[in-house]
Every structure is written in structure tokens, then in C-alpha cells.
């Protein structure tokens, strides 16, 4: 069992910033990738970003790819990432979760493939 939690959402103007974290607790040692995911009001949950523990390689959404960092808090550790957002928009505006894997499928972005979920936090961008 793996318990995730996120913090750090808000309210900010567009072009602001924000940096949401994602604690891990349990056994994060049988995980492999931690990712972001977000649901805009009205809408299909989609993927943000990942990051795999093995080499810490990271992979974005096209939407949020030089605006977005995805990093983690520690090379060895599996148990803290953050999500540091910039130059954000209204369309960013959503429910933002982090969750985890634990198989070895090689795919990032499908949500299904996401073991572990935490509550999500809500992220909003005023114009």
C-alpha cells in the first residue's frame, strides 16, 4: 500500500507561478514512476508530467512542456515530488493529482496504468 498526498495548490493570475508536492508514504520501494495528472471543470482527467526513480527521466504533456517542471526531492529516495508550474494560463485551471505505479508496463501517460492515487488539489488561474 502506498498513501500519497498533495499540497500547494491556489488561487494565482495568469502568469504566475505555483509548485504543487506530492508525499509518498508506504511502500514506495516496489514503485517506479510518480506522474501528475489533472482534471480542468467539465472534463477527462489528463496526463502532466512523469518521472521515472530509475534514472529520473522526465516527460511532459505537450500543453505544459516548457512551463512545467516535474522533479523529485532526493536522486534515492521515492518519496517526494514536486510539480513547479510557470507562465500559467487559465486552462491550467484543475484538480491536480499525483500518483504512482508499481508495474512494469512501459507506458506514462495512460491513467489506468496508475496504481495509487492521492486526494488532488485544486489549481486556479484568473485572467
Known amino acids: 500500500q502506498v498513501v500519497l498526498a498533495e499540497s500547494g495548490g491556489g488561487l494565482v493570475q495568469a502568469g504566475g507561478s505555483l509548485r504543487l508536492s506530492c508525499a509518498a508514504s508506504?511502500?514506495?520501494?516496489?514503485?517506479?514512476?510518480m506522474g501528475w495528472f489533472r482534471q480542468p471543470p467539465g472534463k477527462e482527467r489528463e496526463f502532466v508530467a512523469v518521472?521515472?526513480?530509475?534514472?529520473?527521466?522526465?516527460?511532459?504533456a505537450d500543453s505544459v512542456k516548457g512551463r512545467f517542471t516535474i522533479s523529485r526531492d532526493n536522486a534515492k529516495a521515492k518519496n517526494t515530488v514536486y510539480l513547479q508550474m510557470n507562465s500559467l494560463k487559465p486552462e491550467d485551471t484543475a484538480v491536480y493529482y499525483c500518483?504512482?505505479?508499481?508495474?512494469?508496463?512501459?507506458?506514462?501517460?495512460?491513467?489506468?496504468?496508475?496504481?495509487?492515487w492521492g486526494q488532488g488539489t485544486q489549481v486556479t488561474v484568473s485572467s
Open positions: 500518483a504512482t505505479k508499481v508495474n512494469s508496463s512501459p507506458g506514462r501517460t495512460d491513467s489506468a496504468l496508475y496504481d495509487y
Open positions: 508506504g511502500r514506495t520501494s516496489s514503485t517506479n514512476a
Open positions: 518521472i521515472n526513480w530509475s534514472d529520473s527521466s522526465t516527460y511532459y
